[in-house]
């Protein structure tokens, strides 16, 4: 069997073992390593070793000298490189930074806040409750970037008060679910730091582009969710009095002042300190970090507690992202050592796509990928692949990375494996049903889906913004 051939067999075993439920990270650097010390096996390394070997050696200094031997292949020195270049990326290092800000943002009360203000303040547009619930979604999954977080919070809070307020168990759900993945496409987003870490992006350019595609999302979603509630009033019924109470104006105004304007501020002040170049992406996370612990402190809620929970999961997350590199670089550096890239070049060349059915057929994959695995693993294991033949069909990275944000929405809102709608079934009454879930996070999709299309069709909604502040 040639090279390429072994190459695409680990690539389809890597596939095998991650359905079969292996830890993604500690599989990629097992079959990295394995397969490299074939791909880069040196017999004259290993003899040098070998012929040191003395017959009046000590047993100790024997072994020794053997598995000197052994190991004496580059796949080891690979290992050791592409772990000290994950380790040393300045874009890395932005990620456990964003993640505290974060955990500490969630844990700082100021939701609960910030919705019962949305909630009175849009009281009398149809869908009132769905809206506030959508935009508090949106802000707060742009301040943790945290799917899970937010889907979670968000269903404590929001859903019991829209289910209170006699909303269609799906129609309330679906809003939840759609609003807390926002935060992996609008900046400052997690998912866009790995991507460019991945694709050598510049980071500062795709948090440009991400703005207008992530604000349209938004503007889908509203869309619908307004739309509905007027053509099907029985979805999203107007509220009562006693359900939300009128507020003067001077006093909403102050309302909106101690719980929307502080998380905005800081929101603003971090992506803004980016975009203006004023601060790179960590020192930017370095403010939000301690934005969010003032905050917190501000509304009476850091404790001991809550900053040591912190801390630990954003210790957790960074580990698992910065494995997940260590372990995907060296997969793709063996796998492209042994011509596996190059196979896949050739055979996608020799379909003859045009770019628009490349892209077409490039997310479709992807898609389907978000279905059993993360957007993290999705990003480090797979965007790569395509990212080379993204020059030969004359596609911008930029382009694709903010196609790709768009279409991963779709991995947290698709069943088998909807993972907003699990996380939402497990905080969620016992009334609720997944189905309903389910149901409910269908019509989000075709807002996706329209999203792309409109990505597609008028590409100056990514590029226009970069354009005009950083220049073409």
């Not at 059915?357 to 997310?363: D, E, P, V, Y």
């Not at 596609?395 to 790709?404: E, Y």
Request: overall charge neutral; hydrophobic content about 55%.
């Amino acid at each position: 069997m040639s090279d390429p051939y072994i190459a695409l067999t680990m690539l389809g075993l890597f596939i095998f073992t991650v359905f079969l439920g292996f830890p993604i990270a500690f599989t990629l650097m097992a079959m990295g390593i394995g397969f490299g010390y074939y791909a880069y096996f040196d017999p004259g390394r290993m003899w040098r070793s070998f012929n040191r070997l003395e017959v009046d050696a000590s047993t100790f200094d024997q072994t020794r000298l053997w598995l000197d031997g052994l190991f004496n292949n580059r796949i080891f020195d690979l290992f050791v490189n592409q772990t000290y270049t994950v380790m040393s990326n300045e874009v890395l290092t932005a990620v456990p930074l964003f993640l505290f800000m974060g955990y500490i943002v969630e844990r700082a009360n100021i939701v609960d806040r910030l919705f019962s203000t949305l909630n009175i303040a849009s009281r009398n547009v149809p869908g009132s409750m769905g809206v506030a619930a959508l935009i508090t979604c949106a802000l707060f999954a742009t301040a943790t970037g945290i799917v899970g977080a937010v889907v979670t919070l968000m269903g404590l809070l929001a859903l019991p008060a829209m289910l209170k307020a006699r909303y269609d168990h799906s129609f309330a759900s679906g809003i939840i679910c759609a609003g807390g993945t926002l935060g992996i496409l609008i900046p400052p987003s997690i998912m866009l730091i790995v991507y460019a870490a991945a694709s050598n992006v510049s980071i500062v350019r795709l948090y440009a582009a991400a703005l207008l595609p992530g604000l349209t999302l938004v503007g889908l979603y509203l869309i619908y969710v307004v739309g509905r509630s007027i053509l099907q009033p029985s979805v999203a019924p107007r509220p009562r009095e006693d359900e939300v109470p009128k507020v003067p104006a001077l006093q909403l105004i102050g309302m909106i002042a101690t719980s929307f304007l502080p998380l905005a501020v800081l929101i603003l002040a971090v992506l803004g300190s980016i975009l203006f170049g004023l601060a790179t992406p960590t020192e930017a996370a370095s403010i939000g970090a301690l934005g969010g612990i003032a905050l917190a402190i501000i509304y009476r809620s850091m404790t001991w507690q809550r900053l040591r929970e912190s801390v630990y999961l954003t210790v957790r997350t960074t580990a698992m992202v910065c494995w997940l590199f260590v372990g995907s670089y060296t997969f793709s550096s063996v796998f492209s050592y042994l011509g596996g890239e190059q196979v896949i070049a050739e055979f996608v060349q020799s379909l003859d796509l045009s770019p628009l059915m490349f892209l077409i057929l490039a997310q479709i994959i992807i898609f389907l990928l978000g279905w059993p695995l993360e957007w993290s693993e999705i990003i480090i294991i797979f965007v790569p692949i395509f990212l080379p033949l993204l020059a030969i069909f004359n596609i911008d990275p930029l382009f694709f990375g903010i196609l790709v944000a768009l279409n991963l929405q779709t991995s947290f809102l698709t069943p088998p494996m909807a993972m907003s709608a699990y996380y939402l079934k497990g905080i969620a009454p016992p009334e609720v049903r997944l189905t309903q879930i389910f149901a409910g996070c269908m019509p989000f999709l075709l807002c996706v889906f329209i999203s792309m299309a409109l990505m597609y069709m008028f590409p100056q909604i990514v590029f226009y913004l970069p354009e005009q502040m950083y220049g073409n």
